[in-house]
């Protein structure tokens, strides 16, 4: 496939709440028509992703993000990433 027709969608994010202490951010993504809330517990490597409707889409893409970008998010930021699927 070329790179003219790859599948891309973008996710944009929005850190509603962080918490070092406890080791947790909360917040929004929204994808296409799909919005989600998640939970990333940074401390344990554990991510919560609500409602359950496309969830299996955005999991693992958001947890990657995540993983690579937990410690700049700041709360009431707004961040976006590609996903490589058009939803």
């Known amino acids: 496939m070329n790179s ?36 990333w517990h940074f401390k344990r490597g554990r991510l919560w992703v609500h409602p359950a409707l496309g969830r299996a889409l955005i999991y693992e893409p ?11 998010l700041e709360p009431g930021g707004n961040y976006q990433f590609t996903m490589r699927a058009e939803l």
């Open 62 to 72: 958001l947890e990657r993000f995540l993983e690579h970008c937990d410690y700049q």
């Open 4 to 39: 003219q027709h790859r599948l891309e969608t973008i996710a944009y994010v929005c850190i509603v709440q962080q918490s070092w202490t406890h080791g947790q951010i909360e917040g929004e993504v929204r994808a296409s028509q799909y919005k989600w809330r998640f939970k």
